[in-house]
């Protein structure tokens, strides 16, 4: 051997702190795509009498009030559960499929190395 070996000048892995900034601005990114979804439902609908006295500017003089029979509250109740099963289950799937990449990218290496 001619010359020893000499460390190099600059790590050649990624920082840790772009890795969070890239992860922060995706998720928020995301969750602000998901929200705006979930909400563009109700941007074109009036829900209650205060919606109709806003729009249309003029005094409401009355209203009829809304009324749950048994039936409807129970698929309501059955309707939240399964939203919510749903979601946890979704979740659950996308929490062990980011694992999966990230350990294919071998990015938690990354991301502890010191």
């Keep these: 051997m001619i010359e020893p070996p000499s460390l190099p000048e600059h790590p050649a892995t990624v920082s840790r702190a772009g890795l969070i900034a890239i992860a922060a601005t995706a998720g928020l990114a995301?969750?602000?795509?998901?929200?705006?979804?979930?909400?563009?439902?109700?941007?074109?609908?009036?829900?209650d009498a205060r919606d109709v006295e806003y729009y249309?500017?003029?005094?409401?003089?009355?209203?009829?009030?809304?009324?749950?029979?048994?039936?409807?509250r129970r698929r309501r109740w059955w309707r939240?559960?399964?939203r919510f099963l749903m979601g946890t289950a979704?979740?659950?799937v996308a929490t062990v499929a980011?694992?999966?990449?990230?350990?294919?990218?071998?990015i938690f290496a990354l991301i502890t190395y010191k």
Excluded: H, M, Q
């Design 98 to 106: 980011l694992v999966k990449i990230f350990v294919l990218a071998d």
């Design 30 to 47: 995301l969750g602000a795509v998901f929200a705006g979804f979930a909400e563009s439902r109700r941007v074109n609908s009036l829900e």
């Design 80 to 82: 939240a559960k399964v």
């Design 56 to 72: 249309t500017r003029l005094p409401l003089l009355g209203s009829i009030p809304k009324t749950i029979t048994v039936g409807e």
């Design 90 to 92: 979704a979740s659950v």
